[in-house]
């Protein structure tokens, strides 16, 4: 998923200086601890955040960053949602199955 950086974000200001920085931390340490943040980072230029989560679909997503302070307060906007297949998988050392995450039909 990605999100765009907005509204009320100060741009003379870096990540942590951001208002609600702590509140918003705090959310995403919490989808981390959870499992459903993998991994995220913003992109080059700083405007755009790039997040993979372990999700069942688009809408799963959408709801569990509502909840985010910096959506709520338009610092943050949910702008795309793709299914990604991993086929290749530095991470764990092993080739990853393309169909691990497939629903039984």
């Given at each position: 998923?990605?999100?765009?950086?907005?509204?009320?974000?100060?741009?003379?200001?870096?990540?942590?200086?951001q208002?609600?920085?702590?509140?918003?931390?705090?959310?995403?340490?919490?989808?981390?601890?959870?499992?459903?943040?993998?991994?995220?980072?913003?992109?080059?230029?700083?405007?755009e955040v790039l997040?993979?989560?372990?999700a069942?679909?688009?809408?799963?997503?959408?709801?569990?960053?509502?909840?985010?302070?910096?959506?709520?307060?338009?610092?943050?906007?949910l702008?795309?949602?793709?299914?990604w297949?991993?086929?290749?998988?530095?991470?764990?050392g092993r080739?990853?199955n393309p169909?691990?995450?497939l629903?039984?039909a």
């Open positions: 998923m990605r999100q765009r950086r907005g509204g009320p974000w100060n741009w003379d200001r870096d990540l942590r200086g208002a609600g920085f702590d509140d918003h931390a705090r959310f995403v340490d919490d989808l981390v601890d959870s499992g459903f943040i993998m991994l995220g980072g913003p992109l080059q230029g700083e405007c997040i993979i989560v372990s069942p679909d688009e809408d799963t997503v959408r709801q569990r960053f509502a909840d985010d302070p910096w959506v709520r307060s338009g610092m943050l906007t702008t795309t949602v793709e299914r297949t991993i086929l290749l998988d530095g991470l764990t080739l990853a169909t691990d995450d629903p039984a």
